[in-house]
């Protein structure tokens, strides 16, 4: 049969680079262990790794992987034994090899989605971005048709020195921005530039942790509390520490001033850099955006963006605002050419920048956010007032918190009733001690999982609800739906959730 | 104008930390602000905080405050009325950002670019691109406007399967394709996927190899003769061989029929895989395209192709018509969301082939090579007869064979004349034997080269001249200076080279 170590082995050839994306990480895990058994790459009996030892390597929530083991031994592809693990079945021997139906993406489709971080798709400003698309093209010079600089197109690198500039009070001129095809790309890029290890935020996206990873940089959750990530837990030995100053993902707080000071500090006295991820900076509701930290020393700090959540991800567009002496090394990290983001759309980006299509459009998003934002608030109020709800001050998504032990059979309810939502579990880091409350409030204290399957460690439980991607007509729907699938005040820690009475029956769902 | 809070921010995340500490505050204060102003990050008109209010805040004396608002309002930063506090003065805006003159492939740019693999960036079909634009951008459905599935687009796959069926040979059909960022981003996949050692053949891109090693994967020489690579000399060690039928990169020739048969039963004896880089199969000008290998067994080929050669480079898009077995594990190597190519580009695209704008486009460009090949290959036969060029049936490119020891200073003396052209043996695997002869004639023999900087291996002598890249009007400018750098007739091997006296002495060159 052989050791778990084979098996481990396959499995980190057959799995995604990155288990990526605020995506549904374990519908993409489950599919990959499916294909691998049906491929005969992993043989009938063969041992799994331990849930936590496959976690750990892949950069995954631990339940994430207990629940695709879960699923997949009650699918019958995996058998599992008291005291031998998880094996692969013995009748799930290779089956013809079939055509793939569908893809897992289309095939996890939810009706609800909530799953946070895209923007509603048929929000796209169609007829604005071919505007800009028709002056780009008139307006490029010939050399935009050959081979690219791997800075990127100049245009877009003076009209986003203006932008960042003006809304984001970033400290930057065209010459340190660095193109990339969106943030991954970046953290990429700046993984094999600056070498590991890093610190992260405890919560965070384990995307991002992942593409860490796979560059050989691994990373050291960092604690939070009240004012946002501790950064007096950074020391000499962190090479850089990769924070969301302006509203933490995804638990929401902005980081406090004292914070955003003392990890300047600590990158001036120790060399080391701040990766600041600005994800979703343009959308703060209740006052000013808070200006970014790279402000405070361009020397110290990079500044990474990207236009996924203000525009589009199926734009890969994004940027770095680096201190000088990276712009060499990053570039060289590139390649000698461009190679991945198109030059067309770079023009095309620029010229919506500087006519102010950019400007309006993250405007008009700002609006139907925040109004969504408060939809949320008070549908919650409503049905389910008991439930906290946590950085709403700004972004796409907001915070449930929810009480200790209910969060995975609340993620299973919300499911049943076809609302694709994810819990903060999901975003932990393996290593992290967790459980620290954002805002005032008790400690998340020991969460024992409904199954017992994730005993440690301690992790506040709460769902992480997107608020922008279903369209307006879909949107009161999703809600009603979310109500539904919330646990009812005060169970006991750890017993079974039913919906929720406390909102109406909702007609029914298409 | 707003109110003074928003200045306020501003100026509590401009401001560096040293106003803490000793030193002359107001000095740096005043920079602070200048900055701010300068920047842009405090906008013409806009409020300050009350002097009293800002030095409250920075921990500083009311008139260290007073005082640089004094100064700044002296040297027109800063305006001062009785009763609305002080603003940001209207003239001051934001100066324009240095400019830095040049970026360093600008100013490395030749007279004359002979660099074989550059279409030339004037050619780009700006109108039809941007009317494909226009359809494609009104048809997409919303969802095209959110995360991207790693396949790539239904749309452009359903086209390629038809247009790679009819132009190329290939069979396939739209789950087999895998869109990619261009070949390069293909063969990171596939080692990702296939592991190594890879079989290569001896002339190829430097830049591919290394690729491949980046990711693990050596790669060990394949010797060529007149019918193309060496198949015979795989192994069952190879998990694969990269090799481009269509046009042995960059010397010239297609490989056999008998190659191509012997190649596919290598791979369904060992499970190895054929990579077939289809970098320029489109352009075949003295019969019909050589048909891909990949029709032969779409079960062991994978045919890489992209529009860098056809369209343009900087259009980031390609793609991987893959074996079935390989279309899952491709794509979860590539993760589950598409992180490089953009969805407009790649639907713009699709409309480009479907509409026929691709083929009138690729028909254009075939026209304008097989004249400008034309145009090299009597130019050379005019000035320097003894230089038997080969490779010309296909491509962008061309081989001149030159004496033994002749390269590198015909490199050189080309480069004297602005021309910017490689030597063959910048193409030679390190690890080859080298020097097999493509067409038939004389082995090249150990050739030594002149300076004694390349001693071993033996290689062939040679200039690879790629004929798309200048301008209509530069291209016979370019081919003169080529001329006038040409090593004369019969030197002995090692000689010094001197222009050519074959050629007439053109005129001077801009």
Request: proline residues 10%.
């Amino acid at each position: 049969m052989g050791s778990w170590a084979d098996s481990a082995e396959v499995l980190g050839s057959a799995l995604p680079r990155e288990l990526s994306g605020a995506g549904n990480r374990r519908a993409v895990l489950m599919a990959a262990l499916r294909d691998a058994v049906r491929s005969g790459r992993l043989a009938p009996g063969a041992r799994l790794p331990p849930y936590r030892s496959l976690a750990a390597d892949l950069g995954l929530a631990r339940n994430t992987v207990a629940d695709a083991y879960a699923e997949l031994v009650a699918e019958g592809w995996l058998a599992a034994r008291q005291g031998s693990g998880t094996r692969v079945a013995e009748r799930a021997a290779p089956a013809a090899p079939a055509h793939r139906p569908r893809t897992p993406e289309l095939a996890a489709r939810p009706v609800h989605d909530l799953v946070q971080g895209r923007p509603d798709p048929s929000a796209f400003p169609r007829t604005a971005w071919l505007a800009s698309a028709r002056r780009a093209l008139a307006a490029a010079p010939d050399d935009a048709f050959g081979p690219g600089d791997p800075h990127g197109r100049p245009e877009l690198r003076r009209a986003l020195a203006g932008y960042l500039a003006r809304a984001r009070g970033a400290r930057t001129a065209p010459e340190r921005i660095v193109l990339c095809s969106g943030a991954a790309h970046g953290l990429r890029l700046l993984a094999q530039v600056v070498g590991g290890p890093w610190a992260a935020e405890e919560y965070g996206l384990p995307f991002h942790r992942g593409l860490l990873a796979s560059h050989g940089v691994g990373t050291r959750p960092l604690g939070g509390d009240a004012d946002g990530a501790r950064v007096d837990g950074l020391t000499r030995r962190d090479r850089a520490v990769l924070l969301t100053p302006a509203h933490q993902f995804p638990t929401g707080g902005p980081l406090h001033a004292a914070r955003r000071a003392a990890v300047v500090d600590w990158a001036r006295a120790t060399g080391g850099l701040v990766v600041e991820d600005d994800y979703d900076g343009e959308f703060r509701y209740d006052r000013q955006p808070v200006g970014a930290v790279q402000g405070l020393d361009p020397e110290h700090v990079v500044l990474l963006g990207s236009v996924s959540r203000s525009l589009s991800p199926a734009l890969r567009i994004g940027w770095m605002v680096l201190p000088q002496r990276l712009v060499g090394p990053v570039v060289a990290a590139k390649g000698d050419r461009e190679q991945f983001s198109s030059a067309t759309e770079q023009l095309t980006l620029a010229d919506f920048v500087v006519s102010g299509a950019y400007g309006r459009q993250v405007r008009r998003m700002r609006q139907r956010h925040r109004r969504r934002r408060d939809q949320l608030a008070a549908a919650l109020e409503r049905c389910a007032p008991h439930v906290r709800v946590a950085g709403i001050a700004a972004g796409l998504h907001a915070v449930l918190e929810l009480p200790p032990g209910t969060e995975r059979s609340a993620v299973r309810a919300a499911a049943r009733l076809g609302v694709a939502v994810e819990g903060l579990g999901d975003y932990l880091h393996p290593d992290a001690e967790g459980g620290l409350p954002l805002g005032p409030g008790g400690r998340g204290g020991p969460g024992v999982a409904g199954a017992g399957r994730r005993p440690a460690p301690p992790a506040r439980d709460g769902l992480v609800v997107g608020y922008a991607t279903p369209s307006e007509a879909g949107y009161p729907k999703a809600l009603e739906a979310l109500c539904r699938s919330l646990p009812p005040a005060g169970p006991p820690s750890g017993a079974p959730v039913t919906p929720g009475p406390a909102s109406p029956p909702p007609p029914a769902v298409p």
